[in-house]
């Protein structure tokens, strides 16, 4: 199983980035994906999850309205797009995937870095 996200950077407070998920090792099984982020000295904070076969999708509240999570089956990729960037979203983004969709996220990404300042 591996989950491997690209698509970090540094951007300006207001900006846009769009983070891929590209999901292989296993044909996509798993039922949910999400995206969380850890900031230095935080907690891990789950961000945006979507279910694969339903399309339904959770955002947290400091997300809702500006961060979209989406799929491409024929990519085999989820994608985290993110607008209106704040300082406070400069975090270690990380992809990770839930087989059952019962919460317990057992694949994860090596992350990637997105600051914004």
């Known amino acids: 199983v591996q989950l491997v996200e690209s698509g970090g950077g540094s951007v300006q407070p207001g900006g846009s980035l769009r983070l891929p998920c590209t999901i292989s090792?296993?044909?996509?099984?798993?039922?949910?994906m999400g995206w969380f982020r850890q900031a230095p000295g935080k907690e891990r904070e789950g961000v945006a999850i979507?279910?694969?076969?339903?399309?339904?999708?959770y955002y947290s509240d400091s997300v809702k309205g500006r961060f979209s999570i989406s799929q491409d089956f024929s990519k085999n990729t989820v994608y985290l797009q993110m607008n209106s960037l704040k300082p406070e979203d400069t975090a270690k983004y990380y992809c990770?995937?839930?087989?059952?969709?019962?919460?317990?996220?057992?694949?994860w990404g090596q992350g990637t870095q997105v600051t914004v300042s």
């Open positions: 090792g296993y044909g996509g099984s798993s039922n949910c």
């Open positions: 990770a995937a839930d087989r059952l969709c019962n919460g317990i996220f057992g694949y």
């Open positions: 979507i279910s694969r076969r339903g399309g339904s999708t």
